[in-house]
Nanobody, 116 residues
C-alpha cells in the first residue's frame, strides 16, 4: 500500500519559515520524481517545486524562487520543502506527489496559513 504523509504545516506570520516533510512508503522512493503542489481556495492547483530522483535537479514556481528549497533523502524516503520569507499569498494546502512514467501518487496535504 502506497502512502504519502505530509507534515509541518501550520499558521505563521509573514516573513517566518516552515519546513514541510512528506514521508513515502510502499514504493521504491528513489525511482520517483517528487513534487510539492499547492492549492489555495478558489484557485487551481499549481506545482511549487520538483526534484529529480537523485536530488540533483530541481525546478521552482517563479514566485517562490529564492525563498523555497526542495530536497530529498532517499534513505529516509522523505521529501522536504523549506519555505522561508513566507507571504500571505503562500497560504494554501500543500501536497506532495510521487510520479514515475504513468504512475502517480498523492498525499492528503497539509495546510499552510500565512498571516499578514
Amino acid at each position: 500500500q502506497v502512502q504519502l504523509v505530509e507534515s509541518g504545516g501550520g499558521l505563521v506570520q509573514a516573513g517566518e519559515s516552515l519546513r514541510l516533510s512528506c514521508v513515502v512508503s510502499g514504493l521504491p522512493f528513489g525511482d520517483y520524481v517528487m513534487g510539492w503542489y499547492r492549492q489555495a481556495p478558489g484557485k487551481q492547483r499549481e506545482l511549487v517545486a520538483a526534484v529529480d530522483t537523485t536530488g540533483g535537479g530541481t525546478n521552482y514556481l517563479d514566485s517562490v524562487k529564492g525563498r523555497f528549497t526542495i530536497s530529498r533523502d532517499n534513505v529516509l524516503s522523505t521529501v522536504y520543502l523549506q519555505m522561508n520569507s513566507l507571504k500571505p499569498e503562500d497560504t494554501a494546502v500543500y501536497s506532495c506527489r510521487a510520479s514515475r512514467a504513468r504512475l502517480d501518487y498523492w498525499g492528503q496535504g497539509t495546510q499552510v496559513t500565512v498571516s499578514s
